[in-house]
């Protein structure tokens, strides 16, 4: 089945503490995303990659990290969480590296809380 | 920045009832899509209409868009309970910049 996974799907960790959220998907697709979504504010585009090792900022990437080291998988790193960094963090990926205009296909979701 | 803003915020309509939701953006696009987000998951495409075409259909689906107003509707015919969902507009302003900027959304309450 194709599919964007994401995992976990759900973390609740301390102020400071590394985490990473994996990405992955099985299509094939050259762009993969970040995004997170906070109440009132809609969907944000923290990084994005055009292909592998072909990363760059969104609107929102302080405090992020990502890496593209194979095509399939896309991981969200957070060196440092603090707590504004709480949210409900979607990865998506799409077809071409101008995929980021195109129609994208989207994870399930990461809901973090950082305490 | 967020370049589509969705109207309204929110809808409440009765299941058989049609539910229109519109979309403005600022900027000239290459094209607008439309996603589903159903409660805290992920988002499913919909629909994606260039900025050459008026309409376009998808099932009980119906998009316009307007480019001298700069804005699209979604029309969801017979609403079912499953319709029940928040509705994105995505916009692709062009340039470099290989990204969609979304709307904050509507949300879709269908009552049965």
């Known amino acids: 089945e194709a599919q964007v996974t994401q995992n976990p799907r759900y973390l609740i960790t301390v102020t400071g503490k590394k985490l990473t959220v994996t990405c992955s998907q099985n299509m094939n697709h050259e762009y993969m995303s970040w995004y997170r979504q906070d109440p009132g504010l809609g969907l944000r585009q923290i990084y994005y990659?055009?292909?592998?090792?072909?990363?760059d900022k969104g609107d929102v990437p302080e405090g992020y990290k990502v890496s593209r080291k194979e095509k399939r998988n896309f991981p969200l790193i957070l060196e440092s969480p603090s707590p504004n960094q709480t949210s409900l963090y979607f990865c998506?990926?799409?077809?071409?590296?101008?995929?980021?205009?195109?129609?994208?296909?989207f994870g399930p979701g990461t809901r973090l809380l950082v305490l | 920045s967020q370049q589509g803003e969705e109207d309204p915020q929110a809808l409440s309509i009765q299941e058989g009832e049609n539910a229109t939701m519109n979309c403005s953006y600022k900027?000239?696009?290459?094209?607008l899509q439309w996603y589903r987000q159903n409660s805290g998951r992920g988002l499913v495409h919909l629909i994606l209409i260039r900025s050459n075409e008026r309409e376009k259909h998808s099932g009980r689906l119906r998009v316009t868009l307007d480019t001298s107003k700069k804005s699209s509707s979604l029309l969801i015919t017979a609403s079912r309970a499953a319709d029940t969902a928040s509705y994105f507009c995505a916009t692709d302003a062009g340039g470099s910049n290989y990204k969609l900027t979304f709307g904050k959304g509507t949300l879709l309450t269908v009552n049965p």
């Open positions: 900027t000239s696009i290459n094209n």
């Open positions: 998506a990926s799409s077809l071409a590296a101008q995929g980021g205009r195109e129609t994208q296909y």
């Open positions: 990659s055009m292909n592998v090792e072909v990363t």
